[in-house]
Nanobody, 121 residues
């Protein structure tokens, strides 16, 4: 059973910083990507940042230069460091891991329950 648990959300003023964390537990044979998605009220869930198996990163244009995704060496944690936050960054942030539980298992997406980030004065 793979489990993802986010933490670190909260209320922050515009221009402030926040780091959200995701604890990854359970057995995953092979991880393809680890990432963070954001869902604003009334909108779809969109990719914010992703880290691939080869170490390359991918950011949505709206967060480039402000957000940084990282993991620990064991890939038990995924972090999203958010700086210069704007009101439009408000939303529920979901952790995502895409991988296979075994060599023959299909590629699957695993999700956390989300953590709320609100940027407001």
């Amino acid at each position: 059973q793979v489990q993802l648990v986010e933490s670190g959300g909260g209320l922050v003023q515009p221009g402030g910083s926040l780091r959200v964390s995701c604890a990854v537990s359970g057995s995953i044979y092979s991880i393809r990507t680890m990432g963070w998605y954001r869902q604003a009220p009334g909108k779809q869930r969109d990719l914010v940042a992703a880290l691939t198996r080869d170490g390359s990163t991918n950011y949505d244009d709206s967060v480039k230069g402000r957000f940084t995704i990282s993991t620990d060496n064991a890939k038990n944690w995924v972090y999203l460091e958010m700086n210069s936050l704007k009101p439009e960054d408000t939303g529920v942030y979901y952790c995502n891991v895409q991988g296979r539980r075994t060599t023959w298992a299909p590629l699957s997406d695993y999700w956390g329950q989300g953590t709320q980030v609100t940027v407001s004065s």
